[in-house]
């Protein structure tokens, strides 16, 4: 299984557990993370080994930096949607 799929499952496991708190509710960013990490990391590179099939991609001199560049990218996207996420969720609770 790709590594973006094993992370994509990660925010469904995480929001139940960050909303266990007494009084937590509302909707956060952890809710989008799940798609967009399905979308963005899984979906999208089934397309590019598609095209790859068509074009040969891959053996293009720019694909390994392309490849890195995104998969940073990716994770940086990831990282600060799941940071946002749980200070909306936390933030929320200090208001109660």
């Known amino acids: 299984m790709p590594p973006a799929t094993h992370s994509g499952a990660s925010p469904r496991v995480l929001l ?15 809710t989008a993370t799940h798609t967009h990490v399905l979308a963005l990391g899984t979906l999208f590179f089934l397309i590019v080994i598609v095209l790859d099939k068509q074009f040969a991609l891959t053996s293009g001199r720019r694909f390994n930096a392309f490849f890195w560049t995104y998969n940073a990218g990716l ?13 909306t969720v936390l933030a929320g609770a200090g208001r109660r």
Do not use: D, E, F, K
Not at 75 to 86: K, N
């Open 16 to 30: 139940p557990r960050i909303r266990q708190g007494p009084g937590l509710s509302g909707s956060s960013q952890l």
């Open 75 to 87: 994770v940086m996207t990831v990282a600060m949607m799941v940071a946002h996420g749980i200070l």
